[in-house]
């Protein structure tokens, strides 16, 4: 795979992570990086104001895995872009191709993520 279609997949990839992010989250304008969950506004209703805080609660994790996998992604095109893709982080040898392939993210070889 070279590099511009690994650019292409992750630039995807990106895409598909914020429109999902956006449909229960909106961008920290303070925190680059940062989505924040929705919070349900109350309006008289307890019973339907404490399902949606439920709803609200399991969504946090969510949102959290989907900002990790997006730091993740952005991280990967900054490093296509400065050139260093594809190098673990930890030990600074080349991912193994096979691992690019299934996550283009990957930030460590499979040794060191082990």
Same mark, same amino acid.
């Given at each position: +795979? !070279?590099? #511009?279609?690994? &650019?292409?997949? /992750?630039? #995807? ?6 429109? #999902? /992010? ?7 304008? !303070? ?9 349900? &506004? ?9 399902? $949606?805080?439920? $709803? ?9 895995? /989907? ?16 050139? &260093?893709?594809?190098?673990?982080? !930890? ?6 191709? $096979? ?10 070889? +499979?040794?060191? #993520?082990?």
């Amino acid at each position: +795979m !070279n590099k #511009q279609a690994v &650019k292409e997949k /992750l630039e #995807q990839e990106k895409a598909a992570i914020e429109k #999902q /992010l956006g449909t229960f989250a909106t961008k920290d304008p !303070n925190l680059k990086g940062d989505w924040d969950s929705k919070f349900p &506004k109350f309006d008289g209703d307890l019973e339907g104001a404490a399902d $949606e805080v439920a $709803e609200y609660t399991t969504r946090l994790p969510v949102e959290f895995s /989907l900002e990790t996998r997006l730091r993740d992604v952005n991280l990967a095109l900054e490093k296509i872009a400065g050139g &260093k893709y594809g190098k673990c982080e !930890n030990c600074g040898k080349d991912i193994e191709k $096979e691992r690019l392939e299934v996550y283009p993210a990957a930030r460590f070889c +499979m040794k060191c #993520q082990g």
